[in-house]
């Protein structure tokens, strides 16, 4: 990059986004970009993903976080597909509720970071398994939308 690059050049070309999934509350899961410009850029970005106010997170294994609703136990409806794929992980985990953003996170600073390539194989997987068990290809091609 040169040096008279503008930021918003920069910005353009994905240096200052961070790519995640989401999974929406019908168990779709989608591909997502957050501007990632500022911290607070950042926040609104995830809280609109979300679709809340406040937000929390729910660690998985491979430095991989779930950010959901703070409030969705009150204002959302329950998620099976992210219950199932956190269970996974967490088995006394309770039910949760409304949209999930899911995204890397560095484990030397805590920073949220894109998920890699790697994070993003694992995610998948954990969702196949918990969505008709995997075994239907079509069913989940039809709600698969990462690109």
Known sequence: MGCCQSRHARHR?????????????????VAVKIDDTTSAQRV?????????????????PENIDVWVDDEGLYRSEHNPELTGMVRLHQPDWDAVFGRGLVLGVNPSTGDTVSLSLDQMASVVAWWRTVTTGGNNPAALRRRLTLV
Do not use: P, Q
């Not at 240096?15 to 999974?23: A, D, P, T």
């Not at 609104?44 to 998985?60: N, P, T, Y």
């Open 44 to 60: 609104a970005g995830m809280k609109e993903h979300i679709g809340c106010a406040l937000f929390d997170v729910i660690r998985l």
């Open 13 to 29: 070309n994905g240096e200052h986004m961070l790519s995640g999934v989401r999974i929406d509350l019908d168990g779709t899961i």
